[in-house]
Every structure is written in structure tokens, then in C-alpha cells.
DNA sequence: TACTTCAATGTAATCGTTTGCAACCACCGC
DNA sequence: GCGGTGGTTGCAAACGATTACATTGAAGTA
């Protein structure tokens, strides 16, 4: 590896100079940066980002942290910022926590010693205690929040949403709506929940406390939870089911299927958020899309028109409140219950 | 963020002992680490890793390059890499580079100014030239080679599976066997359609060129492909297909349903790689089970052990070749052609 | 007592880059 | 001819850590 002290060398020139012509084209002379260049062609000459960031006190880094990289729907997240952070010339490094507060405080602590200059995380519980190990790091909370004021988040519209899709079950007639819904100390679970609730009372329907039940966001939950749900005496047994997020879903459908319910006829379910197999699996899945791929780009942006505000000393951007659509998409997993005829 | 110095001023030492203390307990007397210790917690001091790097010439750093992170194979061989550098003490940077050559690039140039200590690629056709932006760069190739003499690869046993898949295909009494193998320019589709055909060789039944048709990995390909083999004359129709990767499997599948080909009553499929989708859609498909995280995580401890033997001088391990085995799931996606009686 | 030894600490150089400051030179206008 | 101006350049000091080497002082030995 060539330093900008061998490229000065070979230009004739000092490192100082050479160090001028390849970040201030304008301050040397034309042929000498032409020398300049030449001679880190050459070399094949690539800055030291070590010891510039050093230098300068600033790494053009982000952070990224993702509950759960596995899971598709935080795939296109990390890859909307990634792609987004390139085009800004930034680079992104990508942790992942499993929805661990230990492993989140590593992830933390290793990318405070490579001074990220901001951070976006998808937040836990533990996120609020542990971003004091990064103080004034600036953060945009993607996909969730946890309520600390001051902080840009980019979300869903999960109430919306929600309310789409329990809508859409009652428009065909369901009376006996239950919902699988997250842990509620995540903010998605307990907005999905909230727009779902809402969306029952305003149709005056009656809001069932028994048909809800929580889970942990993977698979086995929500089969867990649609074996008790959908177990229950058929007087009394939801005719649809609302699931909370998509690994979920995945369970409730397999539960379903153990217990030789047809899906639509005997069964609605509408899934939160679309994946590959929802639209794939037999029968398709009726869903609330998210758009994944734009939140993650959107987090990224927000979060480096912030640092550009800081460095220009410009006071401190409002911290935004960004909400994006869902999209209900209708597919065949959704019916009118078996005892009401179509209307 | 406090830096050694601050630690050392609070704790009455100079810079350089506080350095000691902190990272090489035995060289400094007890009261004084102690004190040190102390300043340092207290202050909530973490070590500026570019300073560190900068001076140790070594940045416990590797860099991580897929080509396809939305695919779940290459997301679970980013967790395995990534979980076994955390326990190594080193950090994993995630590159993802959509099979592009150009982002190739860039992410080498990028990864390249952070001076990773070493690298693990799924490879490209382009990765052999790209390569060329970071010499003497420790390598290991996951999931494919390059033909690279010299670096270690970590692969699965791509003939052994593909020849396994086959075999069970041709027990069931298939004799037109199809396959819709990968780019061949990428070793591991070359390597899966070689056992495919050494199978059929083998067990004496004709390889038909025709009935072999190549796609870009993508659904779409695979839907492509699919849909030209089963629009063949029923005569000369495979009866059975062996798709190459779990991309290309999917649309297949579909492709098999739009033409309402029932499976596997009327086609026989076997995918290559498993998923959540194979395991619940219906029926369940039969795959060639890769062992993806363990994939990473051996990729992993190869680089990270021979870069222990460069450091400490020895001489540069051999280039290791781990090959990892397959397995074949069955499902219920296979069965014995229609025109043939169960044995 | 004087000399050696060794543990504990400090001094200063170093990693590769950027950048404030000063030096230099050529040119211009008076 | 001389001072001023401004464009180019180099010198040297940072950035924050580690580490070779020098220094200190106390203990051990003859």
C-alpha cells in the first residue's frame, strides 16, 4: 500500500501538496496536479481512511443496527440504507442483534471505536439504555421508535394499515375477527393492535379481548397462538385472523393447516407485511405491504441531511417524523365467513 | 468522548501508561492500573480504534462480500461470518453487491481505505480482475471459486448433492429428467449440472442436452426456463425437474402452476438450497439442504486462523479446500413419474 | 559502600493524512 | 525600482493511540 508521501515523492512535490491536488483541485497549480494525479494513477494510491478520519475528525460512517437480518422484511431495510449511504458517498457497517440487549450493546461499543458519525437502529426495548454508550450520536429509529423525543424516526403508517386490514375482514362480514399480535413493548405491535381495535369500534363491532393474543414475532408464536385461538368451540372460534408481522403469519398459517381449516372458506387471514412467500404459498396471501426498501433509503437520507446541518454549524435540524404508507394488497387468503352468504 | 490522555491526567500518569495499563496489565504496578482502571470507567473511556489501527498497522477488521444479501443463503452466510468474527474479536464489514462488477469494485475500493485484514467473497466472474484493488490481501471464497490457486475456499459439495438429487429422481423411475442449472460461468451451477449429469450417466440412463436449460438465477429465469421444458410434446416432457438454486426454484413452481401441472402427481421437482418457502409451500419440496451458517462461520475461522499465522510469522498456511456436505430432504414434491407404476 | 539488576514510568517517535502558517516568487502598478 | 498582491508551495503541527528507548529509584549482592 502506497502512502500520499510516495505519491509526493514521485510527483516531485511534498506530501502537503499532493495532499492538495487530490482533495483541492483548486489550490495547485494545473501541472503540478497533474503530476500529481499521475503518480497516484500509478500507484494505484488509495487514502488511508484510518488516518484521514483521524485527521479530520470525521469518518463519512454510519451505523446500522437490525433486529433481526434474517428476516427479509430487515434485508430490504439494511439494503435501502446501504444503497442509499453509498450514494452519499458515506459508508454504512451493518450489525445485527437478534433482538439481544447484550448483543446490541457490542454492536454499539464496537461501532463507537470506529466513530460512526450517526446511527440508524432499528430499536428493542434495550435500545433507549443502550444508546447512552454512543451520547451524542445522531440517530434515526427505523421502523419503530422508542419514544425518545428528539430523535428522527422513519416508520410505517402501522395504524393505517392495521385499519385497512380489519376493515377489509369486516367488509366481508366478519363478526369474530381475533389478531396475533407482537410483543407490546414494540411500538409496531401496539400501533397494529390500536388501528385494529379502533377500526372494530368505529364499525361497531365488538372488540374481543379473548381473540387477542401476543406473541414473539417468530413462526412458532403465531403458530402457537392460532392453535389456541383457532382451537376454541366453533360457536365462539374467530372466523379471520389479523397477524401482526410476517414470520408470524407463517406459523398461523401452518397451524391452520394442522388443523385441516381451509384457508379462505373455514379461515381469513391477512398478514402484516409481504414477503416471496406470501405471495407464493397457496393460497396467496392477502397483506399490508410495507414499503421496506424505501424506509431504509429514506432513514439514510434524513439522517445525512442531519450531519450535513451539524457540520455547516447550522443549528440542529427538528428532528422529522417520517411516516410512509402500507399498502393493502387483496390476494385469496381472505373470504367471507362460511355462514354468511356473499352479499 | 474522552481520550487516553484524559484517562491518564485524571489518574496522575503519562499517556504511555495509561496505554499499559489498559492493554498490557502486567507491565504497570498494581495501584497505578488500578487507578487507571478506574479513570477510565469513569470517564467511559473506549479506545479510538482508527488512532489504534493507524498505529498498529492492524485493524482486527475483515470485510464480508455477497452478492445477493435479500437471498436468504447468502443473508444466514453473512450471520455465520459475522457471529464467528464477533467471537474472534474481529468486525465484520457487509458488502452486498447485487452480482454487479461495478459494485464489486466499489466495495472493494471502500473496504480497501478501511484496511480490512482480510476478505471473504462469494466470488463473481468479475471477482478475479477486481481483486487485482487489493493485493496481498488474505482471501477466502465462500460458495464459489474462483480457480484462484492459493486462497482457501469454502464450499458445499455441489456434485455430491446434485448427484444425490438425481439419483433419488431416477429411483422414483424418472427417465426424462430436466434440469435448470445457473450461469454457467459460476462454479457452483457448472459443478451442480456435472453431478446431475454424472448421475445420470452412471445409472445408464441418457443425459438429454435438451431438456437442460440455463437461466440467470433469478425467479424469473427459472419461470422462464420451466415454462419452455413443460410446453415440450408430452412425449418428450421432462417428468421431472432439478432447478439449481432456490431463486430459480420458485419459479418453476409457479411456472408448473400456471401450466397446471400438478406436483407431483404430473412433475417431480428438487430444489437446490433449502428455505421457509420450500418447507410450507405446497407440497412441501424436496431439496439439496445447504449448510449455510456453518458455511460462514468455517469461511470465518479459516481467514481469521491464517491471518494468526502471518502475524506471528509463520509461514502462510496452505491454502485450505473445506468442502461441506449436502443433504438431501424429501418431501412431497417428488414422486414416481404418472406413466409408471409404483415400484 | 559501590555496582548491578530490574521493575515502573516517562519521553518521544511513529502510523498517514490534513491544514494553519509562513515562505517564495512572479507580476503588477506606481 | 519598490512595495504590494496573490497564487503555489513547503514546513510542521496536529489527530489518538502504541511502543522503542531512556530514566528513575529501590532492592540485591559482593
Known amino acids: 500500500m502506497s502512502s500520499i508521501q510516495d505519491v509526493a515523492t514521485l510527483a516531485n512535490v511534498s ?17 503540478t496536479r497533474e503530476r500529481v494525479l499521475n503518480a497516484a494513477q500509478q ?6 481512511m484510518l488516518a484521514r478520519s483521524l485527521r479530520q475528525r470525521e469518518t463519512r460512517t454510519i451505523g446500522v443496527i437490525v433486529t433481526d437480518i434474517l428476516n427479509p422484511f430487515h434485508a430490504m431495510l439494511a439494503k435501502g440504507v446501504q ?4 450514494r452519499h458517498g458515506y459508508t454504512a457497517f451493518l450489525f445485527n442483534t437478534d433482538e439481544d440487549a447484550g448483543k446490541e450493546r457490542r454492536a454499539l461499543d464496537t461501532l463507537r471505536g470506529h466513530l460512526p458519525q450517526g446511527l440508524i437502529v432499528v430499536p428493542t426495548p434495550h435500545t433507549h439504555e443502550n444508546l447512552k454508550l454512543v451520547p451524542n450520536l445522531p440517530i434515526v429509529e427505523l421502523d419503530r421508535v422508542t419514544g425518545n423525543t428528539g430523535v428522527t424516526t422513519v416508520t410505517v403508517d402501522n395504524i393505517g394499515g392495521a385499519r385497512a386490514a ?26 397494529r393492535h390500536a388501528g385494529f381495535r379502533q377500526m372494530l369500534e368505529e364499525s361497531g363491532q365488538t372488540y374481543f379481548p379473548e381473540l387477542v393474543l401476543p406473541g414473539q414475532h417468530r413462526e412458532k408464536d403465531g403458530r402457537e397462538a392460532a392453535l ?3 382451537s376454541l368451540p366453533p360457536a365462539v372460534r374467530p372466523t ?10 407463517v406459523g398461523a398459517v401452518l397451524a391452520a393447516r394442522e388443523l385441516g381449516l381451509k384457508i379462505p372458506e373455514e379461515l381469513s387471514i391477512v398478514g402484516f407485511d409481504d414477503s416471496r412467500w406470501a405471495q407464493t404459498m397457496t393460497p396467496p396471501l392477502t397483506v399490508v405491504a410495507q414499503p421496506a426498501y424505501d424506509l431504509g433509503v429514506l432513514a ?17 435540524a427538528s428532528p422529522a417524523r417520517v411516516q410512509l404508507p402500507t399498502e393493502l394488497i387483496l390476494r385469496q387468503s381472505t373470504a367471507p365467513p362460511a355462514c354468511v352468504p356473499t352479499a
Open 166 to 191: 380489519t376493515a377489509h375482514l369486516i367488509g366481508l362480514g366478519h363478526t369474530r375477527i381475533g389478531m396475533i399480535v407482537g410483543k407490546l413493548d414494540i411500538t409496531t405491535a401496539v400501533e
Open 228 to 230: 389456541r385461538l383457532l
Open 15 to 31: 506530501a502537503a501538496t499532493a495532499s492538495r491536488a487530490l482533495s483541492r483541485p483548486d489550490m495547485v497549480a494545473q501541472t
Open 300 to 316: 439514510c437520507d434524513h439522517l445525512v441531511t442531519q450531519l450535513g446541518h451539524m457540520q455547516s454549524g447550522r443549528a440542529r
Open 43 to 48: 500507484l494505484g494510491y488509495q487514502p488511508n
Open 83 to 86: 444503497d442509499a449511504a453509498d
Open 240 to 249: 379471520a385472523l389479523f397477524v401482526g408481522n410476517n414470520e408470524m403469519t
